[in-house]
């Protein structure tokens, strides 16, 4: 079975760039592992909940708060749609009421982690990024260069970005850029 | 900079958004014989001094299509809501109905 590349390979080379010794800032990448998206019409509840409670899930969840359950990680990102990730092969769960599409090989993870973390998200989106507006297990869907993007918190100041493979290189170049100042590090490819 | 609250993800910068067009328009009867209505339909729109409604889709988001009250002489923002749950002109709503 051939094992998926990141489009980012050839970016994340380790090192340390930009300010001084300061470690503001480090990004890294993570291997997307099973991405998958249900959607729906109509009684979207009743047709997606089965799925949900086989996983081991209550409910569609809010689209404010990620729901996370050991490896399994649930966005809500639309009344009738749900991204997971970490989960089997749900592609026996497609119906004539539920659209299920496999994502894995559509979106690439930027990790983004320290102390000026949420500054540089704050010089990238035009959305609050303090800790009380933006905590751990929040999530938003937002444009960084006009590019689709989905942000999720996943602790004090480390952050997961979603973004569509085809821009990966892009999105990479402007949290690069962006992160110069607060001095940054590059952790090897994951 | 207009900020539109999209009720899926809150209180987001205008640049998110793309706008779609006149929500007031009212799409005639799909037996409709006469070509003025159509022409209207088509072409003509009122250009209002104040409030209005309009789509707008939040591309950069939850993707979903929005009914955002705009005022046309402020800029102001009023409500705004899913196209899915707003009120829709009469004939529309009929044929949604149906």
């Known amino acids: 079975m051939p094992e998926p590349l990141s489009p980012l390979t050839n970016k994340t080379v380790a090192g340390h760039f930009g300010a001084g010794d300061a470690h503001g800032v480090t ?16 009684d979207f509840e009743a047709v997606a909940k089965p799925v949900l409670t086989s996983l081991g899930l209550s409910g569609l969840g809010c689209f404010r708060h990620a729901q996370q359950l050991g490896a399994v990680t649930v966005w809500r990102i639309a009344p009738d749609k749900i991204l997971l990730e970490g989960v089997r092969d ?9 659209m299920v599409l496999d ?11 320290g102390s000026a973390s949420r500054d540089l998200l704050a010089q990238v989106i035009a959305i609050d990024t303090a800790p009380a507006a933006f905590g751990p297990g929040e999530f938003l869907q937002t444009g ?47 | 900079m207009i900020r539109i609250k999209c009720p899926i993800c809150g209180l987001r910068n205008e640049t998110e958004f793309t ?12 037996d409709e014989q006469g070509v003025q209505p159509w022409v209207d ?19 950069q988001g939850c993707r979903q299509w ?14 705004c809501e899913l196209a899915r749950d707003a009120k829709l002109p009469p004939s529309q709503a009929s044929e949604a109905a149906e």
Request: charged residues 20%; negative net charge; hydrophobic residues 40%.
């Open chain 2, 41 to 59: 339909f088509v072409f003509n729109r009122d250009n209002p001094r104040g409030w209005h409604k309009e789509y707008w889709h939040h591309v």
């Open chain 2, 19 to 30: 706008y779609g067009e006149d929500a007031n328009v009212n799409r005639p009867s799909m």
């Open chain 1, 90 to 98: 749900l592609a026996a769960a497609a119906s004539e009421e539920l």
């Open chain 1, 27 to 42: 990004l890294g990448t993570r291997r997307v592992s099973s991405l998958w998206q249900i959607a729906g019409w109509g």
């Open chain 1, 103 to 113: 994502l894995g090989h559509t979106r690439t993870a930027i990790t983004v982690e």
């Open chain 1, 144 to 190: 960084i260069h006009h590019v689709g993007v989905l942000i999720h918190c996943t602790g004090p100041d480390r952050f997961d970005i979603l973004v569509p493979c085809t821009w990966a290189e892009t999105i990479w170049e402007v949290l690069f850029d962006n992160a110069l100042p607060h001095g940054l590090t590059i952790e090897e490819a994951a």
């Open chain 2, 66 to 79: 929005v009914v955002l009250e705009r005022n046309t002489l402020t800029h102001e923002i009023g409500n």
